[in-house]
């Protein structure tokens, strides 16, 4: 292996890893992660492995299985692994295969990380992986913004190997007489990142032997500059973004090229698609009134500025009544894919779990549940006045379309609760007082 790139992995891992503490290995088998697991423990450092056996492959895989638990046992450290039902898994969850089976082992890794109190997990990749998903991400997104890079480190995923080429791994294994399993599937076209992987890179291989590391520091540029341009679009944005109204002016002064990728930028953010975003760039020449309709929006075109209406708000779920000196407490019902349980209790002490709407109620007087609309306020508790739930919701950072979607509890026209925020100062319990006591369920908390 190069001198110098051993010698930033070294530097890198004894940044990273404290105490030598251990480090659980992902070893598929494979000359990579096979690589990693004997030059991790050639440099002492202190670790376990984990195999996932997805089943995939037939005997191959239970062979994978065998050959992983008896390299470990060699190596006489701890070894974890689990087979998985990865095709029933992801037809039951509507999943492709490769991400069931990315979900299923990040998954089992967490699961053996915190079990065993084990801080960091090493994965394999290396710098031809980063250069592969360089050109991948670009040439399917056609766009710099949406490259990402595989990071050194992401929470407890550690990668030393990004340091290191291909070919350097490969001798490695040679010089140190290393055994490994070939999974097939890799040499298989099938899949977009093996034909950058067979047919596209080793031509430029030939041209520039020096590419990989030429990339890597390529993709290093530009993600800097992302960076900084994120900030530049980010405090932009605060100037420009006011009560669902995209304010043109100043974006008008900039360049064509710097509205485009503000819009791009913007448009990701706000999960709109490329050609939605298109569409909101070639409305800014059309005449007031103009609208176009995205997934999630209704946008009209104004004297300087976009008009994002929800679409939620066009079409929002009908509220639902609930008549509290009529119904039977603990009273269940659903709406708008939610599950609500309502009782009468008296109060002790706020509640603090988040899955609970605890609010003082007059129980002879109906109340409703219906979606925030625009022009909704609420006196929170604690404030003088009313706050707009707009700006309450904005103020939260809830993103687009999420927070269109929130839902209010209402009394004789007064806003008692906000899904997602507080109740208000005008429900307020103390000791000894009657009050409504909701839980709601669904994949979403209430509050």
Same mark, same amino acid.
């Given at each position: 292996?190069?001198?110098?790139?051993?010698?930033?992995?070294?530097?890198?891992?004894?940044?990273?890893?404290?105490?030598?503490?251990?480090?659980?290995?992902?070893?598929?088998?494979?000359?990579?992660?096979?690589?990693?697991?004997?030059? $991790?423990?050639?440099?002492?450092?202190?670790?376990?492995?984990?195999?996932?056996?997805?089943?995939? =492959?037939?005997? #191959?895989?239970?062979?994978?299985?065998?050959?992983?638990? &008896?390299?470990?046992?060699?190596?006489?450290?701890?070894?974890?692994?689990?087979?998985?039902?990865?095709?029933?898994?992801?037809? &039951?969850?509507?999943?492709?295969?490769?991400?069931?089976?990315?979900? $299923? =082992?990040?998954?089992?890794?967490?699961?053996?990380?915190?079990?065993?109190?084990?801080?960091?997990?090493?994965?394999?990749?290396?710098?031809?992986?980063?250069?592969?998903?360089?050109?991948?991400?670009?040439?399917?997104?056609?766009?710099?913004?949406?490259?990402?890079?595989?990071?050194?480190?992401?929470?407890?995923?550690?990668?030393?190997?990004?340091?290191?080429?291909?070919?350097?791994?490969?001798?490695?294994?040679?010089?140190?007489?290393?055994?490994?399993?070939? #999974?097939?599937?890799?040499?298989?076209? !099938?899949?977009?990142?093996?034909?950058?992987?067979? /047919?596209?890179?080793?031509?430029?291989?030939? +041209?520039?032997?020096?590419?990989?590391?030429?990339?890597?520091?390529?993709?290093?540029?530009?993600?800097? /500059?992302?960076? +900084?341009?994120?900030?530049?679009?980010?405090?932009?944005?605060?100037?420009?973004?006011?009560?669902?109204?995209?304010?043109?002016?100043?974006?008008? =002064?900039?360049?064509?090229?710097?509205?485009?990728?503000?819009?791009?930028?913007?448009?990701?953010?706000?999960?709109?698609?490329?050609?939605?975003?298109?569409?909101?760039? #070639?409305?800014?020449?059309?005449?007031?009134?103009?609208?176009? +309709?995205?997934?999630?929006?209704?946008?009209?075109?104004?004297?300087?500025?976009?008009?994002?209406?929800?679409?939620?708000?066009?079409?929002?779920?009908?509220?639902?009544?609930?008549?509290?000196?009529?119904?039977?407490?603990?009273?269940?019902?659903?709406?708008?894919? !939610?599950?609500?349980?309502?009782?009468?209790?008296?109060?002790?002490?706020?509640?603090?779990?988040?899955?609970? +709407? /605890?609010?003082?109620?007059?129980?002879?007087?109906?109340?409703?549940?219906?979606?925030?609309?625009?022009?909704?306020?609420?006196?929170?508790?604690?404030?003088?006045?009313?706050?707009?739930?707009?700006?309450?919701?904005?103020?939260?950072?809830? !993103?687009?379309?999420?927070?269109?979607?929130?839902?209010?509890?209402?009394?004789?026209?007064?806003?008692?609760?906000?899904?997602?925020?507080?109740?208000?100062?005008?429900?307020?319990?103390?000791?000894?007082?009657?009050?409504?006591?909701?839980?709601?369920?669904?994949?979403?908390?209430?509050?």
């Amino acid at each position: 292996m190069n001198k110098n790139s051993e010698t930033l992995a070294l530097q890198f891992l004894n940044q990273q890893i404290q105490n030598n503490s251990k480090i659980l290995v992902a070893v598929s088998g494979g000359i990579d992660s096979i690589c990693l697991t004997h030059w $991790l423990l050639a440099h002492n450092f202190n670790i376990a492995i984990v195999h996932c056996n997805f089943q995939l =492959r037939e005997q #191959d895989s239970d062979n994978d299985e065998i050959f992983v638990k &008896e390299f470990a046992n060699q190596l006489n450290i701890d070894f974890y692994s689990k087979k998985f039902e990865t095709k029933k898994f992801c037809e &039951e969850n509507k999943f492709s295969i490769q991400v069931g089976a990315r979900k $299923l =082992r990040y998954e089992f890794f967490n699961q053996i990380l915190d079990n065993q109190g084990i801080n960091y997990l090493a994965l394999a990749h290396h710098a031809n992986d980063q250069t592969e998903n360089f050109i991948l991400t670009w040439v399917k997104n056609r766009n710099f913004q949406m490259i990402e890079s595989i990071p050194l480190v992401n929470q407890k995923i550690i990668r030393p190997f990004l340091f290191f080429t291909k070919n350097e791994i490969e001798q490695y294994a040679a010089e140190n007489q290393l055994v490994w399993r070939d #999974d097939q599937s890799n040499f298989s076209d !099938k899949y977009y990142r093996n034909k950058i992987r067979h /047919q596209i890179i080793p031509p430029l291989l030939e +041209i520039n032997p020096s590419l990989i590391s030429f990339l890597s520091e390529k993709q290093k540029d530009y993600l800097e /500059q992302i960076e +900084i341009l994120n900030e530049i679009f980010e405090t932009l944005e605060s100037e420009i973004w006011k009560d669902n109204y995209l304010i043109l002016n100043e974006l008008d =002064r900039k360049s064509e090229a710097f509205q485009k990728q503000f819009y791009i930028w913007w448009g990701k953010k706000n999960h709109l698609t490329r050609f939605e975003i298109d569409s909101i760039m #070639d409305l800014r020449e059309s005449e007031n009134g103009k609208k176009i +309709i995205t997934e999630n929006f209704i946008v009209y075109k104004q004297e300087n500025a976009f008009y994002f209406s929800p679409k939620i708000q066009e079409n929002k779920v009908q509220s639902i009544e609930i008549q509290l000196d009529i119904i039977q407490f603990p009273y269940k019902f659903l709406w708008n894919k !939610k599950e609500f349980i309502l009782n009468k209790i008296i109060f002790e002490e706020p509640i603090q779990d988040s899955n609970f +709407i /605890q609010i003082k109620v007059d129980f002879n007087k109906p109340i409703q549940i219906r979606i925030w609309e625009l022009g909704d306020k609420m006196q929170g508790i604690g404030m003088k006045g009313y706050q707009k739930i707009s700006d309450i919701l904005k103020n939260l950072k809830f !993103k687009m379309p999420e927070k269109y979607n929130k839902f209010v509890v209402e009394q004789e026209n007064e806003i008692l609760f906000l899904e997602g925020y507080r109740i208000s100062e005008k429900c307020k319990a103390k000791k000894g007082d009657w009050v409504l006591l909701g839980i709601c369920s669904s994949g979403a908390k209430c509050c």
